[in-house]
T-cell receptor, first 113, second 114 residues
Framework: AQSVTQLDSHVSVSEGTPVLLRCNYS??????LFWYVQHPNKGLQLLLK??????LVKGINGFEAEFKKSETSFHLTKPSAHMSDAAEYFC???????????FGTGTLLAVQP | GAVVSQHPSWVICKSGTSVKIECRSL??????MFWYRQFPKQSLMLMAT?????????EQGVEKDKFLINHASLTLSTLTVTSAHPEDSSFYIC??????????FGPGTRLTVT
């Protein structure tokens, strides 16, 4: 069965510093992986997705993630954090033949001025 | 493109009453729609999957008689919380899926049962 583990429940960075949100996946075959962002009381927005093409995936708002099969990881990064990046981030895997999305527990990103 | 709306965005109801939440795909047809529940500061839990014109498939532990889902058209799915109780208070999020695997999420509906 597919699953994702987000290694940090909270991450705090200063504005202008790099962001790293960690995600490890478990899958019996090549997974489809996503990162979503959720701002307070808002719906989820897709940041980026990996679907077995290029391992380095670029998303919106300067975010990118690298699929590393050897490490079973799909960490989300951004070179320079903005105040507007403060939100909850979810790492998600597509659940095989069911087409169901399986969500990680989320990482709350705080950006300090 | 790929906009999904939910109505209402926030609803308060009294215990014992029923509440209907609508999920619409505004600029595409959704063969499949999903309903999720999110408790405060927690992740999304899939409640059910609905395909247009057929009965919804509920996840284990979700009461199908309490959470009625209707997917009457390719652009509309409804979730009715019947005989709501305070423990049903939550953030309900729908997503719509066109032919491809990608899901597009609505903004969510916050339900408060008093």
């Amino acid at each position: 069965a597919q699953s994702v583990t987000q290694l940090d429940s909270h991450v705090s960075v200063s504005e202008g510093t790099p962001v790293l949100l960690r995600c490890n996946y478990s899958s019996s075959y090549s997974p489809s992986l996503f990162w979503y962002v959720q701002h307070p009381n808002k719906g989820l927005q897709l940041l980026l997705k990996y679907t077995s093409a290029a391992t380095l995936v670029k998303g919106i708002n300067g975010f990118e993630a690298e699929f590393k099969k050897s490490e079973t990881s799909f960490h989300l990064t951004k070179p320079s954090a903005h105040m507007s990046d403060a939100a909850e981030y979810f790492c998600v895997v597509l659940g095989g033949a069911t087409n169901k999305l399986i969500f990680g527990t989320g990482t709350l990103l705080a950006v300090q001025p | 493109g790929a906009v999904v709306s939910q109505h209402p965005s926030w609803v308060i109801c009294k215990s014992g009453t029923s509440v209907k939440i609508e999920c619409r795909s505004l600029d595409f047809q959704a063969t499949t729609m999903f309903w999720y529940r999110q408790f405060p500061k927690q992740s999304l839990m899939l409640m059910a999957t609905s395909n247009e014109g057929s009965k919804a498939t509920y996840e284990q532990g979700v009461e199908k008689d309490k959470f009625l889902i209707n997917h009457a058209s390719l652009t509309l799915s409804t979730l009715t919380v019947t005989s709501a109780h305070p423990e049903d208070s939550s953030f309900y999020i729908c997503s719509a899926q066109p032919v491809s695997y990608e899901q597009y999420f609505g903004p969510g509906t916050r339900l408060t049962v008093t």
